[in-house]
């Protein structure tokens, strides 16, 4: 089966401008989630979708990220304006349900100057 | 904020050796998953063992759970060059998951 699809694979911005980000999910996931990894650390959860429906978007920081999932199948993760601290790699992962293993992309690595 | 976390930070072996890590939590939890991440990759889930099991194995690897100290170990066993890598517990509460910040293992030639 393919894999879980991102891009772009990486995207240097400015600070204070805006940036966007996709995901593709295998197919028949249910479940959907965005997640930001700092450098050492590991992954945080800003986002869990269930078919197109919000879940969890309680470590979304919601003044600047939006995220939707058009359809139940493909996501966009978007920033704006874009800080110096959200330098990070943007990782998508989808699930059959949720509470099942979850399968990742291999991340957006964001850069902001 | 993180849940679980691993012990060591990092790892470095000789080939054919074994490689344990440990992972401490603090609340309750349905399940707890290891992944493994190789550099500028995303992770892959390696093994989930639920909050009723004590031990579970696939392949080379053997992970333990014991829910009183809260606390799960990996093993791997017979390590390869190939097992070089980052490795993630996670904690799952909530059908939430929780990654503490991993565990570094270099295995030397």
């Known amino acids: 089966e393919a894999g879980v699809a991102q891009s772009p694979r990486y995207k240097i911005i400015e600070k204070r401008q805006s940036v966007a980000f996709w995901c593709n999910p295998i197919s028949g996931h249910a479940t959907l989630y965005w997640y930001q990894q700092i450098l050492g650390q590991g992954p945080k959860l800003l986002i869990q979708?269930?078919?197109?429906?919000?879940?969890?978007d309680s470590q979304l920081p919601k003044d600047r990220f939006s995220a939707e999932r058009l359809k139940g199948v493909d996501s966009t993760l978007k920033i704006q304006p874009a800080k110096l601290e959200d330098s990070a790699v943007y990782l998508c992962?989808?699930?059959?349900?949720?509470?099942?293993?979850?399968?990742f992309g291999d991340g957006t690595r964001l850069s902001i100057l | 904020s993180q849940q679980g976390e691993e012990d060591p930070q990092a790892l470095s072996i000789q080939e054919g050796e074994n490689a344990t890590m440990n992972c401490s939590y603090k609340?309750?939890?349905?399940?707890l998953q290891w992944y493994r991440q190789n550099s500028g990759r995303g992770l892959v889930h390696l093994i989930l063992i639920r909050s009723n099991e004590r031990e579970k194995h696939s392949g080379r690897l053997r992970v333990t759970l014991d829910t009183s100290k809260k606390s799960s170990s990996l093993l791997i066993t017979a390590s390869r060059a190939a097992d070089t890598a980052s490795y993630f517990c996670a904690t799952d509460y909530d059908y939430k998951l929780s990654f503490g910040a991993g565990t570094t293992v270099t295995v030397r030639a």
């Open positions: 979708f269930q078919n197109n429906g919000v879940v969890d």
């Open positions: 609340t309750s939890i349905n399940n």
């Open positions: 992962a989808s699930s059959l349900e949720k509470a099942q293993p979850q399968h």
